[in-house]
């Protein structure tokens, strides 16, 4: 046995191994070793082996040849991982693809429902792994592509669907991890039951889904609409149906990946950031998890709490509902009677879902709606198509689940209800009179609130500043001789007039600060500048004690001091005035010649 690795790589030495040179195809003559690659004609996609993240283990796979970060867009053997580099892929004799390890064994392969007789391999510019027969490029004659066979994401041009003759299913399901590209608990793909929508599944459970084909777009994705870079289409025939997008712009790398934390994402890259930019995301709030308010209730991510019940519905269980617990949803208040029974008409949301369904592409509304009251089970009726007026019939059985407000949505859904309820006049666009007196209020509300708390604000500045005009006045209105003007040996100056000059004792005006106060420049009426010497109001002295001192200073004016000009007491304010001396220093004054 430990002879057969040896064999094999004899055999395969015998066989035209892909060089370093970039070619695009392989046939039954060539094969490709770990460290080999096969890259597209324009370069865009390249095939070979890899390992993720910090995984050791080899995997064949897919990824963007231009872009410096190795983005992977398809994984060969996802399941079954290789644990060294002695893999080799080749094409066998009749049309398919094998992977085998050391030891000879095949750990992968593709298959074909025909035989090959000159079969090829060809890595295409889409990224599509195409086999095929040799010189023929309709992939509708493709042995085997990997664009049927999806790992967690969709490139342009690729299905997201289901053929209705092999049944078989183009869906993506996230890797397990960053480091394991195995299938992960995730899987995007298309809902199994009733009128085709989108559903996002976590292991068994519905997480999100996307909403019936309205003919324009999914109902849940009203983002969905004609833009420059992409173009898309949904199409429903006898042999398949799918959902397809295809680049404005070939040049541009774009993608959609199922993640591992439930997202379904865009993807476009950036060439001048070097990095990928998320463009869009499907399920983008609380109002997107899958039946959040359970049978017959809705969900509105601009209220709260986000759901209530349908109009004519109440909670089934109103204490669990008034503590937010909506899984049990709610029923009719008035139960159905079948004979009697009429519609109530609600737009702007998301269709429901359509698991217990019945559709007809060939019926009018009204046939639509005769069909559904004939049947005492049906619920609700639609168009199944908004365009040109609207097209065929959808007939819903039972509850109506997931539905959430999307004012954006023109699609129209008929509700039943019984003949007492219809006297409720139209409720039917989920309440949106009482939803919009609610707003109004709470809006009318919030304003005037707003309005009186500005008013509140303003006029207590203004009331603070009234205060504040009122102290000054009133110690400029006191007199003169209440200062004891007679004591003073020196002129008095207005405490008015100061703070003219000092342009309000104003920061940019100071001189300089100590322990007993600031001393700022000011500038009187005729152009004499001073320097004010304003004492601190916390500072010990009393009115006799500033008195004394500054006669004290009066007496003692000589030609080498500066000389004090005045004073001022006003009110708390004690204030000197010098003369003021512009740069220059005592010493100057001391020594200088004459």
């Not at 064999?7 to 395969?12: A, D, E, K, N």
């Not at 053929?163 to 590209?181: A, L």
């Not at 049947?375 to 819903?396: F, H, M, P, Q, V």
């Not at 003219?500 to 004499?528: H, I, M, P, W």
Request: proline share 4%; aromatic share 10%; hydrophobic share 35%.
């Amino acid at each position: 046995m430990g002879y057969i690795p040896i064999l094999l790589f004899c055999f395969f030495s015998l066989l035209n191994r892909v060089t370093a040179t970039a070619i695009d195809i392989i046939n039954t003559a060539q094969f490709i070793r770990d460290g080999d690659t096969i890259v597209s004609a324009d370069g865009t996609y390249e095939l070979g082996f890899f390992s993720p993240g910090k995984s050791k283990n080899r995997y064949l796979g897919i990824w963007y040849g231009k872009i410096p970060v190795q983005t992977v867009v398809w994984v060969a053997n996802r399941e079954t991982p290789l644990n060294d580099s002695l893999g080799v892929l080749k094409i066998t004799h009749k049309g398919i693809l094998i992977l085998l390890d050391r030891s000879g064994s095949v750990i992968w392969s593709s298959n074909t429902a025909r035989p090959a007789r000159n079969p090829t391999a060809q890595l295409l510019e889409s990224g599509n792994l195409v086999v095929k027969e040799e010189g023929d490029n309709n992939l509708e004659n493709s042995l085997w592509q990997s664009f049927e066979h999806p790992t967690d994401t969709i490139l342009p041009g690729m299905k997201l669907g289901r053929s209705r003759i092999t049944g078989m299913d183009w869906s993506m399901t996230s890797w397990k991890s960053e480091d394991d590209p195995s299938r992960g608990n995730i899987t995007c793909k298309l809902a199994p039951y009733g009128y085709p929508d989108m559903v996002v599944m976590e292991g068994s459970q519905v997480k999100y889904r996307s909403g019936l084909w309205d003919g324009l777009r999914f109902s849940g994705v009203p983002s969905t609409k004609p833009n420059p870079i992409y173009k898309y289409e949904f199409v429903f025939n006898e042999k398949e149906i799918f959902y397809r997008e295809s680049l404005v712009d070939k040049s541009m790398h774009w993608r959609l990946v199922t993640r591992q934390n439930g997202d379904v994402a865009s993807f476009t890259w950036i060439e001048k950031k070097q990095s990928w930019l998320l463009y869009e995301t499907a399920n983008t709030d609380n109002c997107d998890r899958y039946a959040i308010c359970g049978a017959n209730g809705f969900c509105d991510i601009q209220s709260s709490p986000v759901c209530d019940c349908l109009n004519g519905f109440v909670p089934k269980s109103p204490r669990d509902w008034n503590v937010t617990d909506w899984a049990n949803g709610c029923v009719r208040r008035t139960p159905l009677n079948c004979s009697g029974d009429g519609f109530r008409k609600l737009a702007g949301v998301k269709m429901p879902e359509t698991k217990s369904s019945w559709f007809s592409k060939t019926m009018n509304l009204e046939e639509c709606r005769n069909t559904c009251l004939e049947k005492c089970n049906c619920t609700a009726y639609s168009n199944l198509d908004i365009r040109n007026e609207g097209s065929g019939c959808l007939l819903w059985f039972g509850d109506l689940v997931d539905i959430r407000v999307l004012d954006d949505n023109e699609q129209e859904i008929y509700i039943r209800m019984a003949e007492s309820e219809l006297d409720n006049g139209d409720g039917a666009k989920i309440n949106k009179k009482s939803k919009a007196k609610k707003r109004i209020i709470i809006s009318t509300v919030l304003s005037t609130g707003i309005l009186f708390l500005g008013l509140a604000l303003v006029l207590s500045v203004w009331m603070k500043k009234q205060q504040k005009n009122r102290k000054i006045a009133d110690a400029l209105e006191r007199s003169p001789d209440h200062m004891h003007k007679e004591d003073l040996e020196l002129p008095m100056f207005d405490l008015g007039t100061l703070a003219c000059a000092t342009n309000n004792f104003s920061v940019e005006n100071k001189l300089g600060e100590g322990g007993f106060g600031s001393v700022y420049k000011g500038t009187l009426e005729d152009r004499r500048e001073i320097a004010v010497k304003r004492l601190s109001k916390n500072s010990r002295q009393g009115l006799d004690e500033f008195k004394n001192e500054a006669n004290y200073i009066v007496k003692l004016q000589h030609q080498n001091l500066v000389k004090l000009l005045g004073c001022c007491i006003q009110g708390d304010e004690k204030i000197l005035i010098y003369e003021f001396l512009p740069n220059r220093s005592l010493d100057i004054f001391i020594f200088a010649f004459y």
